[in-house]
């Protein structure tokens, strides 16, 4: 049960509330640290930690926290929906169907462990019943963030591109991070080819958090798929890949040769060679390139 | 008069002072608020003493019966319909307690060891035109202002803001987030306020937020809306909208520049940015012979332990200090033999530490090859291309 607090630890529980809210989770974590000593068995309090836990990527502790959160009389469902996406994370996903079942049972409409369930599904598969759990999630609240969230990836993964924008839009009115959607609008741009788009996007999120290695890496990825030395890589892509690019190397050269045409078939082959000792040397040719920039 | 004319500041201000002789604060404080609706800029500074001067007068009174009544002081407050000078209780702060140079010790550049440039920029942006405030008026510029100071931590940031406010001979008035929060609506807000009405009373003064990026943090990031009228409530403050900000200097300093919201460094607001470096071989120098002060030492060569310790922040010396020294007392209550803090132990408490400050130059570095287009981050850049390796 969540316990009566003083003064005191109501501006404490509020400055903890606030430094998770501006993603400062080491500081909280001292703080509730603190706090703890004198409320050790107040389950909203652990349920603080696992939260500020997760966020460090310390998901064993987290699990602790919430399960002990719930022994202690905090709210289940919160606890349980927190227990399965700190499963899915970790790609236990038997674990966390379970956690997140649960959590629904405590609560059916909370409309967050329904589109978590239903982005689960989809993970392992069950393309139809995400489908069905993301929509109903969002009539439950429409502009639930995790669920827009959850959306906008499954559309993504179909090459719905449409359904991406619609959600896209959802979430510019509905989210306060302009983060989330200048990393929703990133994704889009990158998964249709639109690099410079894309690396703009990635650019702009980097500005806002530098502490960010993810993103730092997936602009320097996002810039140099953008740059020109990287041309014939994007024009195989498209061709299907240099798996398809081989096939038909040895296809054609086969049938030249067979055709008597063996001067072609060596310009082929040369070109072809010298294709792949181009693509080899690429990514020190960008290095340079970037050092000489 | 007041009967004659509501509108009549001066005659409200003659009121507040008359309640003031009668010891009736309450009916002082509502008149001197009347005085503030209506009065023009000299008035409003004159009614901000007062307002200063009795809010002083008030706290002594708590403080005098605070052990025994500490907790009834806000029931007290409201029973009296006294307007809150007295900033409230919040984040295990009492406001009140803000200090205005009492308890700090006078300190001023000579007690910066090196970081020379710094103190130069320091005294043409800042200490001069705050010291020189006839120059500045006569060509009708602005000497108060904001200033925001961002570096690595543990590199002397807030040293550098207390010094500078030695050397401009003005009231240091520390501010951290913690004296801002309060979980009730519109306390906050009403916290900024008030630490602002109360730096104006102390003028010349200057304001310095700890830690700026809590207080002023990036509102396109914010996960939430609670927030948004603090940073609002703290961007009119700085830009002096209300009131002027005629000297009253603001001081930030920031480990994360970058989570600093855009709008506190347009012009107006903190419209000058200044980056502390990490120590240089000097400052490094001066730093390990004060460390090392009162300590039983051999002879020491401070510039070879400078030139070893490139990138490391004041606090990292101390750590080096503490090591060296934590190994001799092991060694001592091993052998039972005493003896002194020698160089080897130094040099090598040095081989098992590392700059602290790596990570955080890294990080700007990265930051700089994609922000900086307006050339805010030159002086950053400039010592990045100085230290080639990181």
């Not at chain 2, 005085?35 to 001067?53: M, N, P, Q, R, T």
């Not at chain 2, 009174?61 to 209780?89: A, F, M, T, Y």
């Not at chain 2, 807030?158 to 008035?173: L, Y």
């Amino acid at each position: 049960m969540m316990q009566s607090y003083d003064k005191e630890k109501l501006n404490e529980l509020n400055e903890i509330n606030y430094f998770s809210s501006i993603g400062r989770y080491e500081v909280a974590l001292d703080k509730i640290n603190h706090i703890m000593s004198f409320h050790p068995n107040d389950g909203y309090i652990l349920f603080l930690r696992a939260n500020c836990l997760i966020n460090l990527e310390k998901y064993q502790d987290a699990i602790e926290d919430c399960k002990q959160a719930i022994s202690f009389g905090y709210s289940a469902d919160k606890c349980k929906y927190l227990l399965g996406q700190i499963h899915m994370i970790l790609k236990r996903y038997v674990e966390s169907e379970e956690y997140l079942l649960d959590a629904l049972v405590e609560n059916p409409n909370m409309s967050n462990a329904m589109a978590t369930y239903g982005y689960l599904m989809f993970l392992t598969g069950h393309e139809k019943k995400a489908a069905k759990l993301l929509e109903e999630a969002l009539k439950i609240e429409p502009d639930n963030e995790t669920a827009l969230h959850y959306c906008f990836y499954y559309h993504l993964a179909k090459g719905k591109h449409r359904n991406q924008i619609a959600v896209v839009e959802k979430l510019m009115s509905n989210s306060n991070s302009e983060i989330t959607t200048l990393m929703k609008i990133g994704m889009m741009e990158y998964y249709r080819d639109h690099y410079k788009a894309a690396s703009e996007c990635f650019r702009q999120i980097f500005l806002l958090d530098p502490t960010d290695q993810k993103i730092l890496k997936l602009l320097q990825r996002v810039q140099e798929e953008a740059s020109i030395l990287y041309f014939p890589q994007r024009i195989i892509a498209k061709l299907g890949g240099p798996a398809v690019i081989w096939v038909s190397v040895v296809i054609t050269s086969f049938v030249l040769i067979k055709l008597n045409y063996i001067g072609t078939t060596l310009i082929i082959l040369s070109v072809y060679f010298v294709l792949c000792i181009y693509m080899w040397l690429t990514p020190t040719l960008y290095k340079l390139f970037s050092k000489f920039k | 008069m007041i009967e004659q004319d509501q509108n009549n500041a001066y005659a409200w201000y003659l009121l507040g002072n008359e309640y003031n002789e009668m010891e009736m604060p309450s009916e002082a404080l509502q008149a001197f608020s009347e005085a503030i609706k209506y009065s023009d800029e000299d008035l409003k500074y004159k009614v901000f003493d007062e307002l200063g001067k009795l809010s002083q007068k008030k706290n002594q009174k708590v403080d005098e019966c605070e052990c025994s009544q500490e907790n009834n002081i806000e029931i007290e407050e409201k029973e009296d319909n006294i307007i809150p000078l007295r900033l409230i209780i919040g984040g295990g702060n009492d406001k009140s307690t803000l200090n205005y140079n009492e308890g700090l010790p006078n300190i001023s550049f000579e007690d910066v060891g090196g970081l020379e440039n710094l103190k130069e920029t320091i005294k043409m942006k800042i200490v001069k035109p705050f010291v020189n405030q006839g120059l500045f008026d006569k060509f009708r510029k602005k000497v108060g202002g904001g200033i925001l100071l961002f570096g690595p931590p543990g590199c002397g940031k807030t040293f550098i803001a207390r010094a500078t406010a030695g050397e401009c001979n003005a009231s240091f008035v520390p501010v951290h987030i913690t004296d801002i929060l309060d979980p009730y609506l519109g306390v906050s807000a009403q916290n900024i306020k008030d630490i602002f009405s109360n730096a104006r009373t102390k003028k010349p003064c200057i304001l310095f937020f700890d830690e700026i990026d809590t207080i002023g943090y990036n509102r396109s990031r914010l996960s939430g809306e609670h927030m948004r009228p603090i940073i609002d409530q703290l961007l009119s403050e700085i830009e002096g909208i209300d009131s002027s900000t005629d000297k009253l200097l603001i001081i930030g300093a920031t480990n994360m520049p970058w989570d600093v919201d855009t709008a506190f460094k347009r012009p107006g607001r903190f419209d000058k940015t200044i980056f502390v470096s990490p120590p240089d071989q000097g400052a490094r120098a001066l730093i390990f012979k004060l460390k090392l002060k009162d300590r039983p030492t051999d002879i020491i060569d401070y510039n070879m332990l400078a030139k070893n310790t490139e990138l490391y922040s004041g606090a990292d010396i101390e750590n080096v200090v503490e090591v060296a020294t934590e190994n001799v007392i092991t060694e001592i209550l091993s052998s039972g033999v005493e003896r002194l803090i020698t160089m080897n132990d130094l040099v090598e408490a040095i081989k098992c530490t590392k700059p602290s400050t790596i990570e955080w130059l890294r990080t700007i570095k990265n930051y700089v090859k994609y922000s900086n287009q307006a050339g805010v981050y030159d002086e950053v850049e400039k010592f990045l291309a100085s230290h080639k390796g990181i």
